[in-house]
């Protein structure tokens, strides 16, 4: 049984007088003394403003504006209802003093018991002496605070209690002189939920974070982590939300680490975003870590540990109707010690961008430039300027585009440290004609016209002339992943530093089945394909040349099926007509009959890179246990990547928490062991992210429940 929210009721409603600073009584019988004060009895009912008191009888002094009431008496307010025997309430200062009373808190809800309170009407608090409070019902003390004196502050939200004494369960596990907890839901200054575990790098594991509720728009969290192999170390984040401003810096700080003969180990990230005068915007993202083995020695997810590499970019952004700028700054701090000085990302410093699309009745003109300077210690660095203008036809009737276009790409080099004999200045210049075309076919389907039905073939013919680019270098230009998109873009790299020749014709099918009444898509099937019709010359180094055999790209489709709310399945597959072979695969099926329950599977492969399978489950086990799990498995190293379990029993007043993991935790292959346990007294300690959080990151799909974390 929980506790239930208080509800004055009608009948007390109808009643209350007219003019709120009346004070009003009710009884069953009446008597007026001669010295001014007044008799009431046969179950006496006081009305004054938003408060409600009743007694088995009452004495009112009209000097003094003071009622004594007598026998069982009960005090309603808005946010408090108290309990007891024998009480004096002071009209004029909205105060009444219990001798001993009980207490409940129905917007939390909590309750309690003091030997002497006092309820101040006006400040709307609560003074208490002797107390025990809880958010437990009766019947079920699971938790309880015992406290000297308890100063609780419904209208602020929060309470402070001296001389404290928590037990659980019968057994004390907190005493503190001061306490401060919260009594509603607003952010209160204050300790969260602590986390203990138990893990394989860091040993003992214990994260004890502070909240720090500043202001409104700014608030600071404090995590001291002591592990017992490696020392103590300190993590802090800090929110802020300004007019037109917002970020958050995140700094982890330990001292010394046991483990690493004392080293100091950091990270720092930092995330921020300005908006100023009308069409301006700066924008940063800053990563930074001591160490390349800091995540897998201190980090808590395979996604942690198989980074990389840590972005760290300034941007300085222009929007205007038609066209933006931006300007950019731009590095990154490799941190896999297995990529060579080669093979390390260039800084990007400055890059300027510029786009712009201009549209008229029949014609758009679309404008693109890029400024770079790409600068690194080893290899070829420089200047690179690339710019495209593209003109293209606009012709369209309902159900049909047909959108012919030509673009003129120049590029320019201004290259440092080149090998001897080689030109430092070069350019590239090159003609793009294209012509994308599409159909909408529609039909009404099912009984009473309940689905709509369409079909949607697509065709984008591209062809870009052969021109010698094997001078040019290679700063940041990759070959992507083949899929949909990539399909109907007209460019086969993404990057100018190398433009491929092609005379291509790329055609595809979508069929979607529309439901009318909610205009949402139940089933997207695609399907395409490109046919080349002549060779491809240039390419990225080590990268074959296409013969000219008419020869065309991998078949590829995808299938997104969600006929029902609770399910939803999705499949992306390529393959290739020559080797009769696939040479990628992705599935993801997801059912969610309700908000606190999934499950779902993923697969992964793509030929000669990976093969991956995950399985999912967040299911309740009985009436107040719930099982999380999630189990990763590669089926090229044949071992698991993550497996990830969790049971959580939910009480009325408390939730326990135990999780076990092992992960991935090195880029050798090492894996880690941990298990963790929460406590979290609700009412007293502060909702902390659930194992759900952890498959929020893991699970391919998944999504914990909307809402920000509450703190």
């Known amino acids: 049984m929980c506790l239930a929210q208080y509800d004055p009721g009608p009948e007390l409603l109808a009643t209350a007088p007219a003019d709120p600073d009346r004070l009003v009584i009710d009884a069953g019988s009446f008597e007026l003394n001669e010295d001014a004060t007044s008799e009431y009895g046969d179950q006496v009912e006081i009305r004054y403003r938003d408060t409600w008191i009743s007694a088995e009888r009452a004495r009112y002094d009209a000097d003094d504006n003071r009622v004594s009431a007598l026998g069982q008496v009960t005090l309603r307010a808005p946010d408090v209802t108290v309990f007891g025997e024998d009480a004096v309430y002071d009209a004029d200062t909205q105060r009444m003093s219990f001798a001993r009373a009980g207490f409940d808190l129905p917007k939390r809800p909590a309750r309690g018991s003091g030997q002497n309170i006092v309820v101040d009407g006006q400040a709307r608090t609560l003074s208490l002496s002797s107390v025990l409070f809880t958010t437990c019902p009766p019947d079920n003390m699971a938790w309880e605070l015992r406290a000297n004196n308890v100063f609780l502050d419904t209208e602020n939200g929060f309470g402070t209690a001296r001389g404290v004494r928590l037990e659980f369960k019968g057994v004390p596990i907190l005493y503190s002189p ?5 009594i509603d839901d607003r952010r209160k200054s204050g300790f969260l939920t602590p986390d203990f575990s138990e893990r394989d790098r860091t040993g003992f594991d214990l994260r004890v974070p502070y909240y720090v509720n500043i202001r409104p728009n700014l608030d600071l969290t404090l995590e001291p982590r002591y592990m017992s192999k490696r020392g103590t170390q300190l993590n802090t984040e800090l929110r802020y939300l300004l007019p037109d401003t917002d970020g958050q810096l995140n700094v982890q ?5 046991d483990e ?5 180990r950091r990270y720092f990230d930092l995330q921020h975003e300005t908006a100023f005068g009308r069409n301006w915007e700066v924008e940063a993202g800053i990563r930074e870590v001591s160490d390349a083995a800091y995540f897998e020695d201190l980090g808590n997810s395979l996604s942690e540990t198989s980074q990389t590499h840590l972005d760290r970019y300034v941007d300085l952004s222009y929007y205007a109707p038609y066209w933006s700028l931006r300007t950019r700054f731009q590095n990154y701090q490799t941190i896999d010690p297995a990529i060579v000085p080669e093979d390390t990302p260039y800084e990007r410093v400055p890059q300027i961008l510029f786009d712009g699309r201009w549209l008229g009745r029949l014609f758009a003109f679309d404008s693109a430039t890029e400024l770079v300077n790409f600068d690194r210690d080893v290899g ?4 690179r300027l690339d710019s495209t203008q593209e003109v293209s036809l606009r012709f369209g009737r309902p159900g049909m585009y047909l959108t012919p276009a030509v673009a003129w790409r120049h590029t320019n080099y201004w290259l440092d440290d080149t090998a001897p004999g080689q030109d430092d200045s070069l350019s590239r210049s090159l003609p793009v004609g294209s012509l994308d075309a599409g159909l909408r076919f529609e039909r009404d389907a099912g009984e009473d016209s309940r689905w709509l039905h369409t079909l949607e073939p697509r065709l984008l013919y591209v062809n870009v002339p052969f021109e010698d680019q094997s001078q040019l270098p290679v700063f940041d230009t990759i070959v992507p992943d083949f899929n949909l998109v990539q399909l109907f873009r007209k460019y086969q790299y993404v990057g ?3 433009i491929a020749d092609t005379d291509q014709i790329s055609f595809g099918v979508t ?7 909610t205009g949402r898509e139940r089933l997207t099937a695609t399907l395409g394909q490109t ?5 491809q010359e240039v390419v990225l180094p080590e990268q074959a040349v296409r013969p000219e055999d008419g020869s065309a790209s991998d078949y590829v489709a995808e299938l997104s099926v969600g006929l029902r709310d609770a399910w939803s399945l999705d499949v992306g597959y390529q393959w290739n007509n020559e080797t009769e072979s696939s040479a990628r695969t992705e ?22 890179v990976l093969q991956q399978g995950d399985v999912s489950v967040v299911w309740p086990a009985a009436e107040r246990w719930r099982v999380i799990g999630r189990f990763s498995y590669s089926f090229f190293e044949n071992e698991p990547l993550e497996q990830f379990l969790g049971w959580e029993y939910e009480a009325c007043c408390w939730r326990l928490r135990v999780v076990g993991r092992r992960f991935v935790s090195s880029r050798t292959g090492e894996a880690d062991d941990s298990i963790s346990i929460q406590l979290e007294l609700k009412g007293l300690s502060q909702r902390v992210p659930s194992p759900e959080d952890l498959l929020d990151r893991g699970i391919l799909g998944y999504r914990s429940m909307p809402g920000m974390t509450e703190r």
């Not at 690493?260 to 100091?264: D, H």
């Not at 046919?531 to 060779?535: A, E, V």
């Not at 599935?587 to 000669?608: C, H, I, S, V, W």
């Open 380 to 383: 070829v660095t420089g200047w």
């Open 531 to 535: 046919r080349y019709l002549s060779g």
């Open 178 to 182: 001061y306490f401060t907890f919260p």
């Open 587 to 608: 599935t993801r099926f997801q059912y969610r009959p309700k908000e606190d329950r999934l499950f779902g599977f993923a697969y992964r492969y793509r030929r000669g």
């Open 260 to 264: 690493a003969l004392g080293a100091t």
């Open 253 to 257: 700080l330990l001292p010394s680490d």
């Open 511 to 517: 069929t979607r089945l529309i439901e009318a009444r």
């Open 496 to 498: 100018p530093d190398r």
